[in-house]
Nanobody, 115 residues
Framework: QVQLVESGGGLVQPGGSLRLSCVASGFIFRSYGMAWYRQEPGKQRAWVARIDSDDSTTYRSSVKGRFTISRENAKNTIYLQMNSLTPEDTAVYYC?????????WGQGTQVTVSS
């Protein structure tokens, strides 16, 4: 049973930082790439960042240089360090893994960037 549990969201001012966490279970974590997605109000869910099983990373252009995705395999956890946050980063952030021909999602964690 695949489970993904996000945490770390909250309210921050523009220019501030947050670190999100996602704890995974139910699969061999170190063998799979993981991703962060987000869903802004009134928009479709969009990919934010990916980390492969070999630690290679990719980012959507709007977060490059500000966000860092990482993984700690011993804890079955991925992180998203978010710096220099802007109101446009306000969204529900979701953890994702694709395995057995389907996508699995966590419950999401709310990030609100507002002054």
């Amino acid at each position: 049973q695949v489970q993904l549990v996000e945490s770390g969201g909250g309210l921050v001012q523009p220019g501030g930082s947050l670190r999100l966490s996602c704890v995974a279970s139910g699969f061999i974590f170190r063998s799979y790439g993981m991703a962060w997605y987000r869903q802004e109000p009134g928009k479709q869910r969009a990919w934010v960042a990916r980390i492969d099983s070999d630690d290679s990373t990719t980012y959507r252009s709007s977060v490059k240089g500000r966000f860092t995705i990482s993984r700690e395999n011993a804890k079955n956890t991925i992180y998203l360090q978010m710096n220099s946050l802007t109101p446009e980063d306000t969204a529900v952030y979701y953890c994702n893994v694709h395995l057995n021909s389907r996508d699995y999602w966590g419950q999401g964690t709310q990030v609100t960037v507002s002054s």
